[in-house]
């Protein structure tokens, strides 16, 4: 009974100190003060350049963690997980009183005002954007109808956070790119393959087909999500597809035989494309590496 008693104090102490570990090391992450110094960009509010972020908005795909009309949304609320949000980007929500400065350091850097990491913000794909692009998207943001909407605070649950530590899920996009490297240059919108490349990275391909683009389940995505397809030009990808095929199934969301894609696949976001983006975009993704479905 004395080596039960002993043996079971000794499992609860380590998983005590397990436990404590993980919390400790996973909230010194997720805290860390990063000091960035934004560029001074001056925001248009010509129609122009509000329709131009609009539309990169709507590639951005920000509506996915921000709601349709960016007013906040809950991605996800598990009582062991987390609760992940985006936050209101209309001029009622928060970004309403922060400066332009502020709002680049978000949208770039992934950093909140006091320089602490915007958990679940794609920063490897937005720290891509140009200067132009930025402050385009910023113009779109600050026309936004103003909408009351509250959106509860996010809390990461000791599974989410374990995950985070052993690289199986992402929750700090600045922690994917060099924040503190040269800005991005401009790439010229036109059918070519650093065009189409672009789109990919600020398009969020990566998040979901790996980097590799050859699909697979997600990591950190719920049970029931279904796995991202191979985008690469291998026999279990795109091999067979044609342009037209890609330009449907980004379009209406249908395959080449005639099935329906899952939902999970924004192409209610990727039906907005140009048919030069979209040209683009099938230009960069035939001149891939080949690669089997799933490769990491």
């Keep these: 009974m004395k080596r039960i008693i002993w043996a079971t104090g000794a499992i609860v102490v380590v998983l005590v100190l397990v436990i404590g570990g993980i919390y400790a ?7 860390a003060r990063h000091e960035v110094t934004p560029p ?14 609009e539309h990169l908005l709507t590639l951005s795909k920000c509506g996915e963690c921000h709601g349709e009309d960016l007013a906040g949304k809950v991605i996800i ?3 062991f997980l987390a ?7 209309t001029p009622a929500g928060p970004l309403g009183s922060q400066s332009d400065a502020d709002l680049i350091t978000a949208i770039r850097y992934g950093l909140s005002v006091e320089g602490q990491p915007l958990l679940g913000m794609p920063t490897a794909e937005h720290f891509h954007f140009s200067d132009a692009e930025l402050v385009a998207m910023i113009a779109a ?3 936004l109808p103003p909408v009351e909407r509250t959106v509860p605070p996010q809390k990461v649950g000791l599974l989410f956070r374990a995950l985070y530590l052993a690289g199986e899920i992402e929750l700090v996009g600045l922690e994917q790119v060099d924040i503190h490297g040269p800005r991005p240059d401009p790439v010229p919108a036109e059918v070519s393959l650093p065009y189409g490349a672009h789109l990919a990275r600020t398009g969020g391909c990566y998040s979901c087909h790996g980097e590799h683009l050859a699909g697979g389940p997600m990591a950190g995505a719920p049970p029931d999500f279904p796995p ?7 026999a279990s990808g795109l091999a067979e597809w044609s342009e037209v095929d890609f330009v449907r199934s980004m379009r209406q969301g249908i395959r080449p035989d005639g099935s329906s894609i899952d939902p999970a696949m924004p192409w209610r976001y990727t039906q907005a ?7 683009a975009l099938w230009l960069f993704l035939r001149s891939v590496s080949a690669a089997p479905y799933g490769q990491h």
Excluded at 40 to 53: A, F, K, N, Q, Y
Excluded at 83 to 89: A, Q, T
Excluded at 228 to 234: M, R
Aim: glycine share 4%; proline share 10%; aromatic share 0%.
């Design 83 to 89: 609760r992940l949000s985006g936050p209101n980007l």
């Design 141 to 143: 943001l600050r026309a």
């Design 77 to 79: 609320d598990e009582p």
């Design 228 to 234: 991202a397809s191979n985008l690469t030009p291998d």
């Design 25 to 31: 090391v996973s909230t010194s992450r997720l805290t």
């Design 40 to 53: 001074t960009l001056s925001i248009p509010d010509d129609p122009e350049s509000i329709v131009r972020g």
């Design 273 to 279: 494309m140009t048919d030069a983006e979209l040209s």
